[in-house]
């Protein structure tokens, strides 16, 4: 099992995803730092070990200081492991800091997307990707013409 923490680069790149460079004045809420991190089960495990709730520690810390900020934690696998291991990350942090089911979003990727990031991770039947987005902004409603 390995540990890696990324809060202080870029996490992996990846090609279908772009970052925009221009955020309307109006529709940003809160910028603050970005935080990404990546944790590995064991196979076929979903606890979590000592070295992982670190980890979480410190994100929960930051859910609990930033109280704009929120959590997505996605895998790239599908199945019932893969939802005990997203609510296991999710619960601990929830309940050990207290923070709301709303600002916690957990997401598993298409198949397709799968496949793709198969080529960027090597044991990417484990990871979890644990990210704090940048900059939270408020979608844009073209019917009515505001943010």
Do not use: C
Request: aromatic letters at 12%; hydrophobic letters at 35%; zero cysteines.
């Amino acid at each position: 099992m390995a540990i890696h923490s990324f809060s202080q680069t870029n996490p992996i790149s990846h090609p279908l995803v772009t970052e925009l460079n221009y955020y309307p004045e109006q529709g940003v809420l809160v910028t603050f730092p970005t935080h990404y991190d990546v944790i590995y089960f064991e196979n076929n495990s979903s606890q979590l070990t000592i070295n992982m709730k670190t980890i979480l520690n410190n994100i929960g810390y930051l859910l609990d200081t930033y109280k704009e900020t929120y959590l997505v934690i996605t895998l790239h696998t599908s199945g019932d492991l893969a939802y005990d291991r997203l609510y296991s990350v999710a619960d601990y942090i929830a309940m050990q800091f207290k923070i709301e089911q709303e600002r916690i979003q957990i997401m598993l990727t298409s198949q397709e997307e799968a496949k793709h990031y198969k080529q960027y991770e090597k044991n990417w039947k484990n990871s979890t990707e644990l990210i704090m987005p940048k900059t939270i902004i408020v979608t844009y409603d073209p019917e009515l013409g505001m943010y």
